[in-house]
């Protein structure tokens, strides 16, 4: 091997100095490379290349440039997961599984990694980015998860506050997007009375979330949905159900109420039982968010766990029929409707999910729960009426014959969102009711909708 030693390399021509060809390798020793005065001009430890010295301005003249260095492309693909070097970049291929790069544990401004999607399969099985620490756009958490096809990552690391950015990232996507909490309470529609002396409707499933306040039939308060950006979430409020209209069918059931979006689990409340009928062998109450109460001598129907209660027995001496359950009590009468719940969620207390009366044959007007259930029908002279719209109550049982035979329809549900101003975001579908409770914002949705985050 030749070696050439001077003491100065000047440029023949020109001001521009070329150290090889197009394609060769030059080595640099580790040491120190100084100016005539004795300043450092490049020093080079181990494999860390420095140019000027501590508290040195380093100028590139214009028009002058940089040319190799920059990022190391690794040949090896990335099929598993592995833990990125500043100044690298990856082929990562998720043909066959996800994969999780973390970053170092520590970094410097400037540091770079890049990584592209080798096979376009991120849409299919994700890279998912562990930030070891540091603050990806600002954030310790969530961790960052790219899932385009085809996409080309660039992070820099911008110190301490926002940590790593992306430069590059081809959707341009916010990938620390941050949650928010949002309070609910959803209710289902209510059932429907039962015909000819039938029992009344059960209230529809009744689920909140909202200040330690309970859930139908004794249950705990719910945890807090945790809503992100941009995502649209699904608002869906249940009808109630219809009452029955002849002696060979129950009151329907209400339809269900749900929440549901990509990043949340579905909340459901389901739909309150039908009242059983007074004749033919349509007895029984149906089953629901409460039970609907039951005709004759039969057992009202089961509410569910954590949303309703079950609904009232019937009688056959003198001929009654069970009130449907409520939200809040179960109809333990023979015709009372079952008592809602109250929740001050939209700023005020307001009692829903009442169970509908059922039919009596001695007593006036047999009422309806409280918080909206229909009153059940009076023997020969007083006709049910139906659940409140927009409490999820249940439709009051039939009267004994003529036109009051007929069984009353149930309540429609209701879905309310509450959640900080700071993050409410105006974008509905709908027409929610829109207010305001200190510093929070409430969406009071009558009919189904939706709201991006």
């Known amino acids: 091997m030749s070696k050439i030693e001077v003491d100065t390399i000047a440029p023949q021509s020109g001001t ?38 501590s508290g040195d301005t380093v100028s590139v003249a214009s028009g002058a440039e940089f040319v190799g260095g920059g990022i190391q492309w690794q040949s090896t693909i990335k099929t598993a997961s592995f833990t990125a070097v500043a100044g690298e970049g990856y082929w990562i291929n998720t043909t066959s599984a996800a994969v999780t790069m973390t970053l170092p544990a520590s970094a410097s401004v400037g540091d770079t990694i890049e990584f592209v999607d080798y096979a376009r399969q991120w849409g299919t099985n994700a890279v998912t980015v562990n930030q070891n620490s540091l603050n990806f756009q ?10 385009v096809n085809g996409q080309h990552v660039r992070i820099v690391y911008s110190g301490a506050t926002q940590g790593w950015i992306p430069t590059v990232d081809d959707d341009v996507t916010f990938e620390t997007s941050q949650t928010y909490t949002v309070d609910f309470l959803a209710i289902a529609g209510g059932g429907g009375g039962g015909f000819d002396r039938g029992g009344g409707g059960g209230a529809g499933g009744y689920r909140n979330s909202y200040a330690s306040e309970t859930s139908g039939g004794g249950g705990s308060s719910e945890t807090a949905l945790e809503l992100s950006p941009g995502i649209t979430y699904t608002i869906t409020v249940g009808n109630g159900g219809s ?17 549901s979006g990509s990043d949340i689990t579905t909340v459901t409340s389901s739909g309150g039982g039908g009242g059983g009928t007074g004749a033919s062998a349509v007895q029984v109450g149906l089953d629901g968010g409460s039970g609907g109460g039951s005709a004759s001598a039969y057992t009202g129907g089961n509410g569910t766990v954590g949303q309703g209660t079950d609904g009232g027995d019937g009688g056959s001496s003198p001929t009654r029929a069970g009130g449907g359950g409520g939200a809040g009590f179960t109809a333990t009468s ?24 059922g039919h009596n044959t001695s007593v ?13 029908g009076l023997d020969l002279s007083i006709s049910p009426t139906n659940g409140t719209a927009n409490t999820g109550s249940g439709g009051g049982g039939g009267a004994g014959s003529g036109g009051q035979d007929v069984g009353a329809n149930g309540g429609s549900g209701i879905v309310i969102l509450r ?35």
């Open 16 to 53: 521009t100095v070329t150290l090889g060809e197009a394609g060769d390798s030059i080595n640099v020793t580790p040491g120190t490379i100084k100016d005539s005065s004795g300043n450092i001009i490049i020093s080079k430890s181990g494999t860390t290349v420095t140019l000027g010295a």
């Open 138 to 147: 600002g954030y310790t958490s969530p961790n960052p998860v790219y899932d």
């Open 243 to 259: 009452g029955a209209p002849n002696n060979v069918s129950k009151g329907t059931s209400g339809s269900d109420s749900s929440i």
């Open 334 to 357: 023979l015709y009372n409707g079952g008592d809602g719940l109250s929740s001050s969620i939209d700023g005020s207390v307001t009692t829903r999910g009442g169970g509908g009366g």
């Open 364 to 376: 006036s007007t047999p009422p309806g729960g409280s918080g909206g259930g229909g009153n059940g």
């Open 419 to 453: 959640m900080p101003t700071a993050n409410y975001t105006g974008t509905t579908t709908g027409s929610p009711t829109v207010t305001t409770d200190g510093s929070d914002t409430i969406l009071t949705f009558n009919a189904s909708g939706s709201y991006t985050g």
